[in-house]
């Protein structure tokens, strides 16, 4: 099933915009509890709450062997739900291929993050996977993005991050942006140059203190569809106790019906 049904699929199930990163931290785990059981627990407790879930590998590949168990341990476990594979990958072609064939044939992932450093012939190793999704970084969430992605460039003398929203129209029908929640009026142009049939992926909010309501409203299209809001840390870490699913629950529901009350 093609990434977008999917990922519908849930939104209208589950009446939900919401993606939480399984961003695994060791010493954040309750004592006694084990990745692969936090990361379980966390899933059961959540997944009736969210249109999917977001692994960024560095998490992962930083714990070694065991690490990329654990991976292979959650997307077998995640079964249906959507997973996007937060790689922040790319490379000259050949070696975008590799990318391309770890992230979707061999992790199994949903989609992807990429950078549109390299240009086109290095995304379309990921755009050919025409089932799947790629989502290419437009304006990071971080404090420093603009140091780069503020430049004028091109003919219209434009901002890079509004160079590269009109460049994902052009790379492929299965791509899309990730657009932070810490710049709402960049979200909001991105979003009216992407058009209404594009998803945004929006990292930033909670920890990074993101506005919620502003990343809703001007990241979703005229429907209130096509947003991911991705939140991380402030759901799994919600408690440091046993009882780290029951909040991590709690706090996810509550961003949830937030993220509906402004759609």
Known sequence: MRFERKIEKLVDENDSLL????DII???LPNGVKPTEFNKRIIDATKDLVCCYKINLAFYRAMGRDGMDLLMETMEHLQDIPAILDMKANDVHHSAEMYAREAFEVLGGD???LNPYLGRDCIEPFTKYGDKYIFILCRTSNPSAGELQDLKVGKRKEPLYMFIARKIREWGTNCGAVAGATYPKELDAIRKTLGEDRFILIPGVGTQGGDLEKAVRFGTNE?????????????????SGNDFDVCARKVAKEIRDQINRYR
């Open 26 to 28: 060791k010493d954040k």
């Open 223 to 239: 429907h209130g569809r096509k947003a991911i809001i991705s939140v991380s840390r402030s759901v799994i870490y919600a408690s």
């Open 111 to 113: 989609a992807v993050t």
């Open 19 to 22: 993606c939480i990163g399984l």
